[in-house]
Nanobody
């Protein structure tokens, strides 16, 4: 599976940004999709994920602010990020997990910078 992420950039605190990640290749095998992020000097952390059936999970730090959604027909996952904070600054990586093999595939990172 090839993953192409888009939507990062510079945004002021309190504003919104939407990330997208489109899957191609063996896309019919995808079960879970989502996003990790890695801030400078910190470990990569799971931000949010969504299964093909629609169930979601979020990191506590983004609950109530971020919304993950998925268009199964387009094999694209979205991350709507609202009320952004400087601590949300990180490189965001999308991922997809095969339903058959549980293999992870990764997209290229997209940088989100929250700063005034």
């Amino acid at each position: 599976v090839q993953l192409q992420a888009s939507g990062g950039g510079l945004v002021q605190p309190g504003r919104s940004l939407r990330l997208a990640c489109a899957a191609s290749g063996s896309r019919f095998d995808i079960d879970r999709m989502g996003w990790y992020r890695q801030a400078p000097g910190k470990q990569r952390e799971l931000v949010a994920s969504i299964r093909s059936g629609g169930s979601t999970n979020y990191a506590d730090s983004v609950k109530g602010r971020f919304i993950i959604s998925r268009d199964n027909a387009k094999n694209t996952v979205y991350l709507q990020m609202n009320s952004l904070k400087p601590e949300d600054t990180a490189v965001y990586y999308c991922f997809a997990i095969s339903g058959a093999t549980s293999r992870y595939d990764w997209g290229q990172g997209t940088l989100v910078t929250v700063s005034s």
